[in-house]
């Protein structure tokens, strides 16, 4: 397989996906029989999500247990050494000293002990099942296979049942589709829109279709902060590998016109991204927004050194803040960063930061050893994203959350084994 997406001479666009499932059917007939069936089972991982949270859950969870139990039997450290890995445990020690010193041990202790799946999960894609460059573009192709598969759904559901309340729920019946787009689908986005403008021309065409018509459905799932995220990350994707500026503008352009005609066409849709996003920015003390993030700077005042425990928020917010009228209690704070300090306190925060930090910057240190690769060179978008500190965000403990967006951190960080130099 070669070591970078570029055309092959000779090769169409039809030439290309015959060889890359070519080589993916031979790098599985490779492995014994066990392992070759444990990665297929990793693959499928993007059309999992799809289901629901528990299958989903019990996917990444499996994945993660198996490899610790595979390092464990093989005594295998070298992993250890990245700074990222003992960044993750060590925010993971400070949450478990939390949880057992808050005033919720028992709850609290669960869900910080449980948490360390999603970045396990995240380790064994990048040391163990994503070590082979044809299975990681596999997995890539598998996660843009569930990107399409999404956007067919959500297209069906528009149709059929049209929206409700501004919103979009199929396959879930929960409100979270858009969730899946924006960071289980987020790695795979990021890479077609920078082929979308990049000098590849026999992608650039459909890469440009799909995702046009994949941020199309984002506005109308109605997830406002998904969308940006999904925007801002395609377009600094595209300016980062090797860009046809001409076509980037193009490109912009046309996504420029096309959210706009689903504005004039659907008033609801462009009230809820336009008149009441504004409205709704934390300016002004009736915020949504501002009195969400109220309620984790009380709970913060009320153990600033190591938190109220993970997840505790959610059981005491009403308590903490019985008595501030400016505070909306919610089952978290709506910001990575205001919880991570509310339920872990300053030592966490700075904990925290190191761990995040520390996986964009070594997204980003793979991206620059690998420029010619679209995958690695855009890596870093992919955490750097998901972890921006100005944004309201779903729960940092949570499950479905963690699910999506840990999905879109651990093929992200496999990008390191795209290095030319790495056999």
Same mark, same amino acid.
């Given at each position: ?16 996906? =015959? ?8 790098? =599985? ?90 970045? =396990? ?22 996660? *843009? ?18 929206? @409700?309340?501004?919103? =979009? ?32 021309? %026999? ?20 997830? $406002? ?9 395609? *377009? ?43 409205? @709704? ?32 928020? $959610?059981?005491?917010?009403? @308590? ?18 205001? %919880? ?27 991206? $620059? ?52 130099? $790495?056999?």
């Amino acid at each position: 397989m070669e070591n970078k997406i570029a055309s092959l001479p000779g090769l169409t666009l039809w030439g290309h996906i =015959l060889k890359f499932w070519s080589d993916v059917l031979t790098a =599985l007939a490779e492995m014994p029989k066990a392992s070759r069936w444990f990665h297929i089972f990793w693959l499928s991982g993007p059309l999992i999500l799809l289901i629901e949270r528990s299958p989903a859950d019990a996917w990444l969870t499996i994945c993660a247990l198996a490899f610790l139990v595979r390092v464990i039997v093989r005594r295998q450290t070298d992993w250890l050494r990245f700074f990222w890995v003992k960044a993750v445990f060590t925010f993971w020690g400070i949450c478990l000293v939390s949880a057992a010193l808050s005033e919720l041990p028992t709850y609290s202790l669960g869900e910080a002990f449980i948490w360390i799946r999603f970045p =396990l999960f995240a380790m064994a894609s990048c040391f163990w099942l994503g070590t082979d460059k044809r299975l990681l573009y596999a997995m890539m192709g598998t996660t *843009m296979l569930g990107m399409v598969l999404m956007s067919g759904i959500l297209i069906a559901e528009v149709l059929i049942v049209g929206q @409700q309340g501004g919103r =979009l729920s199929w396959p879930y019946g929960d409100l979270v589709p858009g969730n899946y787009l924006a960071k289980a689908g987020l790695p795979a986005f990021t890479v077609l829109v920078a082929l979308a403008v990049s000098s590849e021309k %026999q992608f650039a065409v459909p890469a440009a279709f799909i995702s046009l018509v994949s941020i199309i459905i984002s506005v109308i799932t109605g997830e $406002r902060v998904n969308f940006i995220l999904r925007a801002c990350g395609g *377009m600094l994707a595209a300016v980062v590998w090797r860009p046809k500026w001409l076509r980037l503008a193009v490109l912009v352009a046309i996504e420029l016109f096309a959210i706009i005609v689903v504005f004039v066409a659907t008033p609801t849709i462009g009230n809820r991204f336009v008149d009441s996003f504004i409205a @709704q920015l934390p300016t002004n003390a009736d915020s949504p927004y501002l009195r969400v993030w109220n309620g984790g700077i009380d709970a913060f005042q009320t153990a600033p050194i190591l938190g109220i425990g993970p997840d505790n928020y $959610r059981k005491t917010c009403n @308590q903490i803040s019985a008595t501030f009228s400016d505070v909306d209690c919610h089952t978290h704070p709506h910001n990575y960063y205001i %919880q991570i300090l509310a339920e872990t306190g300053v030592i966490g925060l700075f904990s925290g930061i190191v761990m995040l930090g520390s996986i964009i910057c070594f997204c980003f240190v793979t991206g $620059r050893r690998n420029r010619d690769n679209v995958i690695a060179a855009t890596a870093f978008v992919v955490p750097l994203g998901l972890f921006f500190p100005i944004q309201t965000t779903a729960d940092f403990f949570g499950q479905w959350n963690n699910i999506f967006m840990w999905s879109a951190v651990a093929l992200a960080l496999a990008g390191r084994n795209l290095e030319t130099s $790495r056999p």
